[in-house]
């Protein structure tokens, strides 16, 4: 895992799991068309956050794409 100054802060790159990714990309896709709430969403950010260690408001793409996101490591 690597490590990307953005701004002031510091990203480090996560993997999600396969069973991860696909569960994240059937929420995103519910939530796309209307049908998943974006409450679902979050519960499922925090819920990373809490298993990997990130501030879960922080994440955002990585360039590699995929199982890959940036987020702030938790202190």
């Known amino acids: 895992m690597k490590k990307e100054e953005a701004s002031s ?3 480090k790159e996560y993997e999600l799991t396969d069973i991860e990714y696909e569960e ?3 929420l995103s896709e519910g ?3 209307g049908i ?3 409450g679902i969403l979050v519960a499922f950010w925090k819920r990373m956050a809490e298993k990997y260690g990130f501030k879960w408001e922080t994440g955002r793409a ?7 996101f ?3 490591p938790v202190d």
């Open 9 to 11: 802060l510091i990203y």
């Open 36 to 38: 998943v709430p974006n």
């Open 62 to 68: 990585s360039p590699k794409k995929g199982k890959f």
């Open 31 to 33: 939530n796309n068309k």
């Open 24 to 26: 994240i990309c059937d």
């Open 70 to 72: 940036l987020a702030e």
